[in-house]
Every structure is written in structure tokens, then in C-alpha cells.
């Protein structure tokens, strides 16, 4: 007898194989995340990250990605958008963040995925409201990925329920 157990964590994502199978809400928000592309500021990276989001309110905000010659000064798309929509629209529950990218030296044929740090503050928005985010992630060109909750992308997360 073991006086261990394991414990196994599943993580579901919705794979869609082009933008023209996104439902229209998913592929208007994505194409608002691709147009944030281009006020993108990545001198250092030259990998430009798109980000949008949708509100229950309907209204959308956008964040890209924002890099500093101090490197870790820098600030990701993900973070930008979901911050910018928690100042403009304090209260305003989130329904979904549509983040993708465009880099100079290749063409990105995968999803981008959110960092970690990017993930915790999604996390803190879906507690904040306790409503889950879908995330909606697509590269250049390629599938797109759609996950219902960041709980697919960070499982076990760390949130204010430990706090109390
Ligand atoms: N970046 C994002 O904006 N979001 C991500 O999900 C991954 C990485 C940015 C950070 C940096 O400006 C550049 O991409 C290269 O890492």
C-alpha cells in the first residue's frame, strides 16, 4: 500500500484550424487584437503582441505589448489590456482577451500563449469577478486556440482564496 495518491490535471482547449471558423464576436475581437498589433513597442524584441478584450458592458479595450531599454521594465500586451480595462472600467465584468502576434525576422504559425506573469493577472480578474475569461490565442497564420477559463492555462493558481 502506497501512502501516497496522484492527482492529474486536464486542461480542455477549443483548437479552431482559421479565423473564419471563430464565431463573430470571437473573430471581431480577434481582428481588433491584430489591429493593437501596430502600436505595439518592441525596439528590443522586434515581436510584436497584439491583445483585446471584451466586456460585459460590450465595450473593448486593447493593450500591446510596451518594452523598455531596461528590459524588465517592459510590459506585455496581456497586461496592458487587462489593466487599461480594470482603470477605464472598474467593476465591468471581462468575458474574453484575444491576444496574438506579428514578429519581423519569422512568421509566427502558432498561438501565442500568454507568459506566466500574464497569466496570474488574468487569474486576479477572474476571481476579482468571479467570472471565468475565455482566452482566445492565435499567431500569424495557423489555429487558433480558445481556452473557456485560465484555469486551463494555469491550473493549481495561486489567487486570493489562500489569502483569507
Ligand atoms: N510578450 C507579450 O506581450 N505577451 C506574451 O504573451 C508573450 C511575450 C512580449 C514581451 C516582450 O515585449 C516580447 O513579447 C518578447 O518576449
Known amino acids: ?42 525596439p528590443y524584441s522586434h515581436f510584436n503582441v497584439g491583445a483585446a478584450i471584451l466586456l460585459e458592458n460590450g465595450e473593448t479595450v486593447i493593450g500591446n505589448n510596451q518594452e523598455n531599454a531596461a528590459y524588465p521594465s517592459s510590459l506585455c500586451a496581456e497586461r496592458v489590456a487587462i489593466y487599461y480595462a480594470g482603470a477605464k472600467y472598474p467593476g465591468v465584468k471581462i468575458k ?16 501565442v500563449t500568454p507568459c506566466g506573469a500574464c497569466r496570474q493577472a488574468i487569474a486576479e480578474y477572474e476571481t476579482r469577478y468571479e467570472q471565468k475569461i475565455r482566452i ?26 489562500h489569502l483569507k
Open 136 to 161: 482566445i490565442m492565435a499567431g500569424e497564420t495557423g489555429k487558433i486556440f480558445i481556452s473557456e477559463s485560465i484555469e486551463s492555462l494555469l491550473p493549481l493558481m495561486f489567487n486570493k482564496k
Open 96 to 111: 474574453s482577451i484575444a491576444v496574438t502576434v506579428k514578429a519581423q525576422s519569422q512568421v509566427i504559425n502558432e498561438p
Open 1 to 42: 500500500m502506497s501512502n501516497k495518491e496522484k492527482i492529474q490535471v486536464v486542461s480542455s482547449f477549443d483548437v479552431y484550424k482559421t479565423e473564419q471558423d471563430l464565431s463573430n464576436e470571437d473573430r471581431l475581437l480577434l481582428m481588433q487584437a491584430r489591429k493593437s498589433l501596430e502600436s505595439a513597442y518592441a
